[in-house]
């Protein structure tokens, strides 16, 4: 099966029982994000962006569990911001589980390592030697970790870690190969970073998933080789959305980078062109969603948005409409359904009822459509069903063949580029941070212009302030920037 069998019976269950009682509306997923801190700052990351004066906040424990009990949502999102900064990870977790809930840990991956080595020390018994000379022999946990954790203290051992479960998915942001993910993220390192905690993450039998979005720039052949390196790593399933041309990022491309977000953001056309072959990549890789969905993005049929069922809770309650787009925050959730006129989102027949949503395609405003038969076409349920029931497609061998660590890891990190270009005294420096066509891109290594972030919001150019900073750093302190992730 694509999805295991008892996560899709809670999620069947949960649609039925809100069908038979003629719920108007109902959450699926939540997306929940105790906090918005982080510890990357990627271009164009709506989130730290957007939520700036509250980037220290955080939502209480016993009140991100009262916000999954208020919508209860069978599966829960928790993102951010990066959560594994959110100081109760491990409880939330924990409580989430407590009250049968299906957990997604939305992460840049940058901590995954820390926490499963939390989890080793928690939970170690000679029992665990054979996983932990497989971490050592595959440089995954260092020898000095390796007797931390059978040496752990008494702290170390009564510690709540999070500890793999089918009922828990990590869910790693990965937007491309290396030298396009590391340059979204604008870190050298981080691409490698999340392979090592993949692979961590199966030896000691997490699951795991990764969410990617796509967005103009990027290369489709790009997407599938990226899909091809993770099903070889044996990672469990993919989430794959568009990029959303929303109007906040319209307003900051234009006023911060002086650029037209035209070149950046898909239309609903070019969507349609690049997810024109996701029914095949659903065949060969495990793509989560519903195939309805999957012929929505294709341009094969139309689906109205069901932003209600993945709605977002974070420091202001809960944000209305949607997880990218916001007009208002409420106190609970029900209130949220009452007070938001739903009517005026989405797009219907190809018109849009709000201007901001005309380009959207996005996952959590329409991919909960294919599965609550929104739009219902004959046979939507069997297709479905069929999808889901269906083998899980097998590690796709070629994956091993991928050329994946084609930046940092090789010493073409953009960064390195900038040191490169910087050291040759030229003037066009910020070339080398550029993407795609307008700079060092080069389609055939794979050096895709890919934008996106975990919020799923456009990447800003490349030339942004941050970069130039960088490249300001770099001059003044000849290259000194450290290249190892954090
Ligand atoms: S996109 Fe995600 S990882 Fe990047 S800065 Fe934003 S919250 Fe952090
Ligand atoms: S179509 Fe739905 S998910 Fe997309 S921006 Fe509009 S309200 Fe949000």
């Not at 994000?33 to 424990?61: A, F, Q």
């Not at 100081?87 to 924990?94: D, M, R, S």
């Not at 340059?183 to 691409?191: N, Q, S, T, W």
């Not at 919001?457 to 490249?471: I, M, N």
Request: glycine share 8%.
């Amino acid at each position: 099966m694509r999805f295991p069998l008892a996560l899709t019976l809670k999620i069947t269950r949960h649609i039925v029982r809100h069908k038979v009682l003629r719920t108007p509306k109902f959450a699926m997923v939540l997306q929940l994000e105790p906090l918005h801190t982080c510890n990357l700052t990627c271009t164009g990351c709506g989130r730290i962006r957007e939520y700036s004066t509250s980037l220290k906040d955080m939502v209480p424990l016993d009140q991100c569990l009262a916000a999954a009990t208020d919508c209860d949502a069978p599966m829960v999102s928790v993102c951010g911001g990066e959560p594994l900064i959110y100081p109760k990870i491990e409880e939330l977790v924990a409580g989430l589980r407590a009250q049968g809930r299906i957990i997604y840990i939305c992460t840049n991956g940058m901590f995954m390592r820390k926490k499963m080595r939390d989890y080793l020390a928690a939970h170690y018994s000679p029992a665990f030697e054979d996983k932990l000379s497989r971490l050592v022999a595959a440089e995954l946990v260092t020898e000095k970790e390796a007797d931390q954790i059978r040496n752990a203290d008494p702290a170390a051992r009564s510690k709540v870690t999070i500890a793999p479960s089918k009922w828990m998915y990590w869910n790693v942001h990965v937007d491309g190969l290396e030298y396009t993910h590391d340059l979204i993220v604008e870190r050298e390192g981080v691409f490698k970073e999340c392979v090592a905690a993949i692979r961590m993450a199966k030896i000691l039998g997490f699951q795991v998933a990764t969410n990617t979005t796509v967005y103009k720039e990027t290369q489709v052949r790009e997407i599938e080789d990226m899909f091809s390196f993770l099903s070889w790593l044996d990672v469990d399933g993919h989430t794959i959305s568009p990029g959303y041309d929303y109007d906040a990022a319209k307003k900051d491309m234009a006023k911060r980078l002086g650029r037209n977000p035209d070149d950046f953001f898909l239309t609903r056309a070019m969507t349609r062109d690049k997810f024109r072959d996701i029914q095949k990549w659903g065949e060969r890789f495990t793509i989560f969603g519903t195939p309805v969905y999957q012929e929505f993005l294709a341009g094969k049929r139309e689906l109205t948005c069901t932003a209600w069922a993945i709605p977002t809770y974070n420091v202001k309650g809960w944000k209305a409409p949607c997880y990218l787009m916001t007009d208002g925050h409420y106190p609970s959730y029900s209130e949220m359904l009452t007070k938001v006129a739903w009517d005026k989102y989405g797009v219907v027949d190809g018109v849009a009822r709000d201007p901001r949503c005309e380009n959207c395609m996005v996952h959590c405003g329409y991919d909960p459509s294919g599965a609550l038969g929104t739009n219902y076409q004959s046979g939507d349920n069997w297709k479905n069903f069929r999808y889901n029931f269906s083998a899980r497609p097998k590690a796709d061998p070629t994956g091993a063949g991928v050329k994946a660590f084609n930046g940092y890891s090789i010493g073409r990190g953009h960064l390195a580029e900038a040191k490169a270009t910087v050291n040759q005294e030229l003037s066009g420096a910020r070339s080398a941070f550029a993407r795609g066509g307008s700079g060092t891109s080069d389609p055939t290594s794979g050096n895709a212009g890919v934008g996106a972030t975990c919020a799923a919001e456009p990447a800003a150019e490349a030339s942004s302030a941050q970069r130039e900073e960088l490249l300001n750093h770099i001059k003044r302190n000849g290259g000194g920037i450290p290249l190892k992730p954090e």
